[in-house]
């Protein structure tokens, strides 16, 4: 089984509307991440948390807000979608005590019209 | 602020034509120098950590090196399924977070 899991893994949703994105880990990892990507414009960090209590803003957070229900799940929330919102959306975990190199979910794929 | 370079942005290579890919880098203080392998459609993989000047890694056909300013992505006698997009990310040991920034990538295709 996948260490770091994303879902939905596609997602097709209207603007307006309100959508959840989960990831879950196995690795016994402390930090998750956010990212989206598109085009051109390379991996950008929405929010990031170091453990079940620190949240913290990345560089695009507006539109977005997150939710930390364990060391092991931390979920993406698009209150109202809109279509510059379709992107890729990655998931991370790393570990604070290790190394700190990142490990990523396999990727959620967002059309938002 | 925290700088990441790749190039070129794009490589064709024939299979078994080595070459090298660039990340230059602008860092307050080096933690980490992180190479991850992409395929389209998928998440990152990651591939090295490099910590300071002069170390070096291998995996198969790719070495990574790394001096005070630059890391490079050589790769030996390439093949097709070394075709990829390949990400270079640094992470500061001081100043801030502690978030690694990622370059944008350079797209590695690799012809039969």
């Known amino acids: 089984d996948a260490d770091v899991t994303q879902t939905p893994r596609n997602r097709i949703t209207k603007t307006g509307k309100r959508i959840m994105l989960e990831c879950s880990q196995t690795k016994g990892h402390d930090r998750m991440y956010w990212y989206r990507q598109d085009p051109g414009l390379g991996l950008r960090l929405i929010y990031y948390?170091?453990?079940?209590?620190?949240?913290n803003k990345g560089e695009i957070s507006d539109g977005y807000s997150v939710s930390r229900q364990a060391q092991a799940k931390f979920s993406l929330s698009l209150e109202s979608a809109i279509p510059n919102q379709t992107a890729l959306y990655f998931c991370a975990t790393s570990d604070s005590k290790l190394t700190y190199e990142q490990y990523f979910g396999p990727g959620t794929r967002l059309t938002v019209t | 602020e925290d700088q990441v370079t790749q190039s070129p942005e794009a490589l064709r290579l024939q299979e078994g034509e080595s070459s090298s890919l660039n990340c230059s880098y602008t860092?307050?203080?080096?933690?980490?120098l992180f190479w991850y392998r992409q395929d389209p459609g998928k998440g990152p993989e990651f591939l090295f950590t490099?910590?300071?000047a002069g170390e070096e890694k291998e995996k198969e056909r790719l070495k990574a090196t790394l001096t005070k300013k630059e890391s490079f992505l050589h790769i030996t006698a390439p093949k097709p399924e070394d075709s990829a997009t390949y990400l270079c990310a640094v992470q500061a040991s001081s100043g801030g977070s502690y978030i690694p920034t990622f370059g944008r990538g350079t797209s590695l295709i690799v012809h039969p």
């Open positions: 860092v307050s203080g080096l933690r980490g």
């Open positions: 490099l910590y300071s």
């Open positions: 948390s170091f453990d079940v209590k620190d949240i």
